[in-house]
């Protein structure tokens, strides 16, 4: 490999909207010519990556049925020191491979905490090393809440420390970092918005759906999906569905939903081209992810938000929240849901006028990220 080297770490646990935006991001940084390794360590999604990539896959975990203080392995096991211990040494040594220019960490510390088992160990690497490395963390837009004492503050203490600079991936115009981390101007001089990180420009689909709902990877969509299903008797009979359950929602739940199908509703597991039938649709029905409301955005079609809120997450619910009062969303609370309301939501979402003063948001984010980074490399050489 040739060009700068970045070494980007990324661990999805749950869904799959991490994996996927740290994809969308070495694909930009690939295609401006830098040599990238992507370690990963979630259990394999189909299509991720991508081709072209270097891809190192850790042994997977994920959070097991306990929430996400117990992490499992593959068979649902929960992870031992053993286990960990292997984990880091993979880690330590990809890193020492890599030899990179530029580490970048998906989310910690500002979460991931569950991992710090083998990332506190490679920043002690990073730090031991010479040349040393820039090391960079890679954040969403708007974070979860945190409800323990003291979090916050660890989290500064270790940027200060360690990290050069805070990639995120978000536009100041429609959420800014301390609006979601109260300590934010702590490290104010260390934070860079690269823009939201939505995939390159897509034709619409020839294939084309009035309305297409979608569940993310699945794991947590089965009551949108459903609603959705319901609602649709009840709505204009010309209007042509397609139902996209996420390729982790249970066998039998998928089942179930198939045999309970309207005439007018393909249901399907996955499609490659979501973003071509976004396109081509008058409106998306789905939770509130980064990377859903990205793809949203860029199609320009109407919207109703079911934002996902079970366990104490907030991050869907801010971004649903900010995007109503901006005019491009109807918003439906997870706990709300019913056939009744996701039928109202619809028809309010169909009806609803364009804004005329929606603010643009940057959605480049994947492409000014390599810009940033070639910017870094350049002052860090001067120095």
Request: some cysteine; proline content about 5%.
């Amino acid at each position: 490999m040739s060009g700068p080297r970045v070494l980007f770490y990324v661990q999805h646990l749950l869904g799959i909207g991490h994996l996927a935006r740290a994809s969308r991001i070495v694909r930009a940084l690939v295609d401006d010519g830098f040599a990238v390794t992507l370690l990963t360590g979630g259990m394999p999604v189909d299509g991720f990556p991508g081709p072209g990539i270097d891809h190192v896959a850790l042994p997977a975990i994920a959070v097991g049925d306990g929430g996400f203080s117990a992490l499992v392995d593959e068979t649902g096991t929960v992870i031992d020191e053993a286990f960990k211990a292997a984990r880091r040494d993979r880690l330590l040594a990809a890193y020492h491979a890599a030899r990179p220019d530029i580490v970048i960490v998906e989310a910690f510390p500002f979460g991931r905490r569950q991992v710090r088992f083998e990332l506190l160990p490679l920043i002690a690497a990073i730090e031991a090393s010479t040349p040393r490395p820039l090391l960079l963390t890679s954040l969403r837009d708007i974070l979860q809440e945190r409800a323990k004492h003291g979090r916050d503050e660890e989290t500064i203490d270790l940027v200060r420390r360690h990290f050069d600079r805070v990639l995120v991936h978000g536009d100041p115009a429609f959420v800014r970092l301390e609006d979601t981390f109260p300590l934010a101007d702590a490290i104010a001089d260390r934070v860079v918005y690269t823009g939201l990180v939505g995939g390159p420009a897509v034709e619409p689909a020839a294939e084309r759906y009035d309305i297409v709902v979608s569940a993310g990877g699945g794991a947590v969509g089965a009551g949108l999906v459903e609603a959705a299903l319901q609602a649709a008797p009840g709505l204009d009979g010309t209007y042509r569905w397609l139902v996209i359950t996420g390729p982790n929602l249970p066998q039998a739940d998928f089942a179930r939903l198939s045999a309970a199908c309207p005439a007018n509703v393909d249901l399907v597991r996955f499609r490659t081209d979501f973003r071509n039938l976004l396109a081509a649709a008058r409106l998306s029905v789905s939770q509130a992810g980064y990377n859903t409301v990205c793809d949203v955005l860029q199609a320009g079609c109407g919207a109703v938000l079911v934002p996902f809120a079970s366990g104490g997450e907030s991050e869907q619910t801010a971004r649903a929240e900010r995007l109503e009062r901006f005019g491009r969303a109807v918003v439906l609370r997870e706990d709300a849901l019913s056939r009744e309301t996701m039928a109202d939501a619809i028809s309010r979402a169909l009806s609803a006028e364009t804004e005329k003063n929606v603010p643009v948001l940057q959605l480049d984010g994947a492409n000014r990220t390599a810009k940033i980074l070639r910017a870094l490399l350049k002052q860090h050489a001067a120095t």
